[in-house]
């Protein structure tokens, strides 16, 4: 996670020393030519203070979603990258829509619901712990602040919510518990 983070400070450290502006390759909704922004979107930031309010729910969301192995990370953070990106580009109004938040939140629904579809006690404990510690960051699904997109949050917490379906759909049958609506012999 540290090395991923990292990433996203060197982008912005080149993104303020170059006369480029990277942020311009953000999320543009509803514009084709926007579309390639759900690419780019969580590695771009609107400045250093964006970037540092993302980095500690990064680090800590990440490195509980890392606690399942590295192949699960990977298959959830491109669930929520491309579903979270795509929802914005979708639904998402006004200017370019940037920053790693949408991964976050994505993140965060995954932990607070993986336990249930995977019955997992356990992981429902550390749900209950981490809504209890961060559930208040929930609200960022919801308009209200300018200059914050909302839309790239709730998309994200939804694609959070679809990979800890997938994720536990995926467990179940590599265990051989029979899937609802399927007969066993």
């Given at each position: 996670?540290?090395?991923?983070?990292?990433?996203?400070?060197?982008?912005?450290?080149?993104d303020?020393?170059?006369p480029?502006n990277?942020?311009?390759?953000?999320?543009?909704p509803?514009?084709?030519?926007?579309?390639?922004?759900?690419?780019?979107?969580?590695?771009?930031?609107?400045?250093?203070?964006?970037?540092?309010?993302?980095?500690?729910?990064?680090?800590?969301?990440?490195?509980?979603?890392?606690?399942?192995?590295?192949?699960?990370?990977?298959?959830?953070?491109?669930?929520?990258?491309?579903?979270?990106?795509?929802?914005?580009?979708?639904?998402?109004?006004?200017?370019?829509?940037?920053?790693?938040?949408?991964?976050?939140?994505?993140w965060?629904v995954?932990?607070?619901?993986?336990?249930?579809?995977?019955?997992?006690?356990?992981?429902?404990?550390?749900?209950?712990?981490?809504?209890?510690?961060?559930?208040?960051?929930?609200?960022?699904?919801?308009?209200?602040?300018?200059?914050?997109?909302?839309?790239?949050?709730?998309?994200?917490?939804?694609?959070?919510?679809?990979?800890?379906?997938?994720?536990?759909?995926?467990?179940?049958?590599?265990?051989?518990?029979?899937?609802?609506?399927?007969?066993?012999?």
């Open positions: 996670m540290a090395f991923m983070v990292a990433v996203l400070y060197a982008v912005e450290f080149w303020q020393a170059t480029g990277l942020d311009q390759n953000g999320i543009v509803h514009r084709i030519s926007g579309l390639d922004g759900v690419l780019w979107a969580p590695l771009l930031h609107a400045g250093w203070g964006h970037l540092m309010s993302n980095t500690v729910p990064l680090l800590v969301l990440g490195w509980l979603l890392l606690a399942n192995g590295v192949g699960q990370f990977v298959a959830v953070t491109a669930i929520v990258w491309v579903v979270g990106g795509l929802g914005t580009w979708l639904i998402a109004t006004g200017g370019v829509h940037v920053g790693a938040s949408g991964v976050a939140f994505g965060m995954f932990l607070l619901v993986r336990g249930f579809f995977n019955r997992s006690l356990g992981q429902i404990v550390v749900a209950v712990v981490l809504f209890f510690y961060w559930g208040g960051m929930l609200w960022g699904v919801l308009p209200g602040q300018p200059l914050i997109s909302w839309e790239g949050h709730l998309c994200g917490a939804l694609g959070g919510l679809l990979a800890a379906w997938l994720v536990a759909r995926s467990t179940r049958r590599g265990s051989g518990t029979p899937q609802p609506g399927t007969l066993s012999a």
